[in-house]
């Protein structure tokens, strides 16, 4: 009989460490290869006129790409990387190297698993596939059956019961699969290498050392997390959303620092945002394509929101009568991340003042931010816009106060007014 050789489909579990679909391939065979794709429903395709994926996040994965496959080195695993057709790609790929088994990720959003269908009836019947669901800090089958849409419901019924998360373990072996000192990413980088977040796993590592121990700064997270300059943040979204690192891991280290040096309120409240990481990917997993409707899910009637494309223009550009907007949307335009709170200033500013329909804000988001994460974006949009999770409808921000809380010496505003020349 010949030797089994599992093909592992990542898409955003660019890890080893704690990475249940790597174990899970071990389990199988030790002969292992890694493929990941760059679909063109990413990376060429656009919705409203704004192409899904920015050359500056392009850039961030191929970064992310280089960092994982010199980790795998270290493994005895080749990691070929594509731009494509993902079921074009996979089934080929398949045939020339006698793939017996694939692994792939659950998948949520509808246009993800529109692909993942594509590749799964596109390989031969004789390759055994194998589902591994990854991303959750609570696993879906101990998830709440029937989900609140309300996230304080959610966090009540959930909290109290979430199992400790072993951590996957992968191990060296010999691997007939393996070409030693090989780089297969076969799709060319767009020159972009300056990073406000250090794209890959070995930068992440290093991040959750720093934040945890070497800092303390998670000690004082709820009193800074709504800073706009500066290391106020945790900054682990972007790794979360290209699986850098597992959000296990982040659980098991914050459990670990509160046995440690104690729990206070901003190891909980750290706590508290994955709990609402998690809630947002339910929440799509229950939804589905209704989360991307115009009124979205909760048909709250609200005052309608427009497609104008000049006004949006202005947003983007940064050219709003506001310049703590604009100083949101420079910053954005020019590194590909914003902290939570000018998130939700500029897109409270787009729905609420310019009464432009929320999708293009999404859709935009999406192009731009090397965070991008499709459950997390699409629910705080539709949670802003009134047409979500929130039970209190549409809430708008008074940029005035918005300002003098988060901005008061205008510290922000001038800096990426000073900067916006430069870009």
Not at 61 to 78: A, G, M, P, S, W
Not at 199 to 205: D, N, Q, R, V
Not at 255 to 281: H, Q
Not at 302 to 316: A, T
Request: hydrophobic share 40%; aromatic share 14%.
């Amino acid at each position: 009989m010949a030797e089994a050789k599992v093909l592992v489909w990542l898409t955003n579990q660019l890890r080893v460490k704690d990475n249940p679909l790597l174990c899970a391939a071990q389990k199988i065979s030790n002969n292992i290869v890694i493929i990941n794709v760059l679909d063109d429903l990413f990376a060429e395709s656009s919705q409203f006129g704004i192409p899904k994926m920015s050359n500056l996040r392009k850039s961030y994965l191929y970064q992310n790409l280089l960092d994982f496959n010199k980790n795998l080195q270290e493994y005895n695993i080749n990691l070929h990387a594509y731009k494509g057709k993902s079921d074009k790609i996979i089934l080929e790929f398949c045939a020339q190297n006698s793939i017996t088994h694939l692994v792939y990720p659950m998948e949520i959003a509808p246009e993800e698993n529109q692909i993942q269908q594509k590749v799964l009836q596109s390989i031969p019947s004789t390759i055994q596939t194998v589902f591994v669901e990854d991303g959750f800090l609570i696993p879906t089958e101990q998830a709440p059956k029937k989900l609140p849409d309300n996230f304080t419901k959610f966090r009540f019924m959930a909290e109290k019961n979430i199992p400790y998360p072993i951590e996957n373990i992968l191990v060296k072996k010999q691997n007939n699969c393996f070409t030693p000192n090989q780089n297969f990413i076969h799709w060319e980088n767009t020159n972009h290498n300056q990073f406000v977040v250090p794209p890959g796993e070995t930068e992440a590592l290093k991040r959750l050392q720093f934040y945890w121990w070497k800092s303390d700064n998670i000690s004082l997270y709820k009193q800074t997390r709504n800073g706009l300059l500066g290391d106020f943040s945790s900054k682990l979204s972007a790794y979360l959303s290209l699986g850098n690192i597992s959000v296990q891991e982040v659980y098991r280290l914050n459990l670990a620092y509160e046995k440690v040096r104690g729990m206070n309120e901003s190891t909980y409240w750290l706590f508290f945002e994955l709990l609402w990481r998690d809630f947002f990917r339910l929440t799509l997993l229950k939804r589905g394509n209704t989360m991307f409707l115009k009124r979205g899910f909760n048909n709250n009637i609200l005052p309608d929101l427009k497609i104008d494309k000049s006004k949006f223009k202005q947003w983007i550009n940064a050219e709003t009568k506001e310049a703590f907007v604009n100083a949101g949307m420079q910053e954005l335009n020019a590194t590909g991340w914003l902290s939570n709170r000018s998130r939700q200033i500029v897109a409270s500013y787009l729905i609420n003042d310019l009464k432009v329909d929320y999708r293009l804000g999404s859709a935009y988001f999406e192009h731009a931010l090397i965070d991008y994460d499709v459950c997390i974006n699409q629910g705080n949009w539709l949670y802003l816009s009134g047409y979500g999770n929130d039970p209190r409808g549409r809430r708008a921000f008074n940029m005035k106060i918005q300002q003098q809380n988060y901005d008061p010496n205008q510290k922000y505003i001038q800096y990426w007014k000073n900067l916006k020349t430069t870009i």
